[in-house]
């Protein structure tokens, strides 16, 4: 059957091949597995726990360790030094990725390959499919705000950067967004300039100058999309300014971007000028922005649940009445699950496994705890529990612990639909408390809510556990977009310590084993500077994810924020 007819992606047959797909996930696990080590067999890394050329799956747990990304560290750098030859994988690596690493504090290394690309495209392939048969796109451009990371070499010699700037370099990348009628609308030279407020920049003017052919807006996580458009209440003016001149502002300073610009931007446009300027004048607190500026968009997507899920609320709002759909699961790692059902708001989105990009097994967990230690396999996961997943991909990862906790949602066919829960090791804890990064964002959530009262949001934030005074408390940081009174975020302060509801917590707070809770108010702008941080380090904007806790190995950040204080208020809620 044939994925492409025409040049246009045959959604239909897609469909069709995920539908089998899942309708065998057993089977196909299996394959994948096999064809995995039958690729790899001779590695050193399996060599060394005796598979010695089995591929079935008993011989394979039962010779394989379960393992971190610290475990696989040195052999990876093996790699990246330049001793090459089958270490990991049957076929020499090229490209080392970055993930993000806002769990660290510092960008791991993982292989990556062109099985990884090809996973991908699988992925982005299969969850158009489904939207589009809700949301047709016909021959369009999409606003992309995306960004390529900085590019540099290994000892070894290997190129390294983040898994999307591997992505969006690739050919089979242009290909398949120009395949899903969404080619990006701003030029190369945008996505990977090497200043990125002014790749946003220009991207806002790309978009701009394309409104009538944008048909999506999009960006790998949803904060950037949030970020883009926050820009633009600043900087509307500038690029009214810009389309009018037909010339770019001197703020872009960077010679291949001016130069790329410089075919999209070819002559002054006083009526769109006119046009977008009476629009920004018009809108009321900047509702609705998306759909005033790009008329023809159909949606808004990116990845939005998770540490993603706080930026929501802003994106409606910008949004209008369009509808919000979220990515796919995925990490540097590798692709896990794809969002089939792009009608669920983000709050309610689950990700079907694609069981033929990798081996998945699933670790359970209760109350974020290991229960067994014995990890189950795809198709035996159980709905409503929790687990962590463990990864075996193409790329040179065996029985890979991802960190990340899902919850199992239901099944699609025999494969099953996650739904993403938090990083499992994110935890704010003292003694026999225990909060996620979701418990986390729920107690912000609430809190926030007495903020909307008083018409301001909190912009962003994170969280650390303060043990330097006896007892030891949560501080909660937040960076909020006015200025409140002290009544108000004292209101703000008790509320969020009241909405740690586990019972450790609880129980700590009524006997002080646990101290008030203290939120500290943040400079405007701060969140920015740990951004920049990060993107300092080698993170790329695209995949950056706001760390919601900050441990000891997050030093610098942690001075970030203790530099940043405005205010620190303490509960008085128990
Ligand atoms: P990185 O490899 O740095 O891009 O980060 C990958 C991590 O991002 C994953 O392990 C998840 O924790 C998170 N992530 C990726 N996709 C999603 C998603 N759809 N929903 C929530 N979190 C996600």
């Known amino acids: 059957m044939l994925e492409k007819m025409e040049g246009k992606l045959n959604t239909e047959a897609v469909a069709e091949q995920f539908e089998l797909l899942s309708m065998n996930a057993e089977r196909v696990q299996k394959e994948t597995l096999k064809k995995i080590l039958e690729e790899n067999g001779e590695t050193e890394y399996l060599r060394k726990w005796g598979l010695n050329g089995k591929t079935d799956t008993n011989s394979y747990k039962a010779c394989v360790p379960i393992v971190t990304h610290k475990d696989l560290e040195p052999y990876i750098q093996q790699i990246a030094d330049g001793e090459n030859t089958s270490i990991l994988t049957g076929k020499p690596i090229s490209t080392i990725s970055l993930s993000s690493g806002t769990t660290q504090g510092k960008p791991k290394y993982v292989p990556f390959n062109d099985a990884l690309i090809e996973s991908t495209m699988q992925m982005y392939k299969t969850s158009y499919a489904f939207r589009n048969r809700e949301y047709p796109i016909e021959n369009g451009k999409a606003l992309q705000f995306i960004y390529g990371s900085k590019e540099f070499k290994t000892k070894g010699g290997l190129s390294a950067g983040t898994a999307t700037t591997n992505v969006y370099r690739d050919v089979e990348f242009k290909k398949t967004m120009k395949a899903m009628q969404t080619p990006c609308c701003s030029p190369d030279e945008v996505i990977f300039g090497d200043n990125f407020h002014q790749s946003l920049y220009c991207h806002l003017l790309c978009g701009l100058i394309f409104r009538d052919d944008i048909q999506v807006v999009s960006s790998t996580f949803a904060h950037s999309i949030v970020q883009a458009f926050r820009a633009f209440e600043h900087v509307w003016p500038e690029l009214v300014f810009d389309i009018r001149e037909g010339a770019l502002s001197s703020r872009i300073t960077s010679k291949p971007i001016r130069s790329a610009m410089a075919r999209v931007l070819t002559k002054p446009d006083h009526e769109l000028a006119d046009l977008i300027r009476d629009k920004c004048l018009g809108l009321s607190n900047w509702y609705g922005l998306i759909p005033e500026m790009f008329p023809n968009t159909k949606y808004v997507y990116g990845i939005m649940t998770g540490s993603m899920e706080h930026y929501c609320n802003k994106l409606r709002h910008y949004a209008g009445g369009l509808p919000l759909v979220s990515a796919d699961y995925g990490s540097s790692e590798g692709w896990i699950g794809a969002n089939v059902n792009p009608l669920l708001p983000p709050e309610m989105v689950t990700y079907v496994v694609l069981p033929n990009i990798a081996y998945f097994e699933f670790m359970p967990l209760r109350d974020g705890v290991e229960v067994s230690g014995e990890p189950v396999g795809l198709t035996e996961v159980e709905v409503g529990e929790e687990y962590e997943v463990i990864v075996t991909n193409f790329a040179g990862l065996y029985r890979y612990r991802l960190g990340d906790m899902v919850k199992v949602k239901g099944f699609h066919n025999s494969t099953p639909e996650l739904q993403y829960v938090c990083r499992k090791n994110l935890l704010l804890n003292i003694n026999i408390d225990k909060n996620t990064e979701k418990d986390l964002q729920l107690a912000v959530e609430a809190a926030a809510k007495v903020l909307a009262e008083e018409k301001m949001e909190v912009v962003d934030f994170t969280s650390c556990v303060d043990l330097s005074t006896e007892p030891g408390r949560y501080v909660v940081f937040w960076e909020i977009s006015g200025k409140a009174k002290d009544e108000v975020l004292e ?48 993170a790329a904007v695209s995949q950056f994810k706001t760390p919601r806790c900050v441990g000891k190995m997050n030093n610098k950040v942690m001075q970030i924020l203790a530099s940043n204080v405005v205010k620190c208020y303490f509960s008085t809620a128990y």
């Not at 586990?502 to 108010?521: M, P, Q, T």
Request: charged share 25%.
């Open 491 to 538: 209101e703000c302060c008790n509320c969020l310590d009241r909405s740690f509801v586990d019972a450790g917590y609880v129980g700590s707070r009524k006997v002080n084993a646990i101290g008030a809770l203290e939120l500290r108010v943040l400079k405007g702008g701060t969140f920015h500077k740990v951004m920049d941080h990060y993107v300092g380090l080698g």
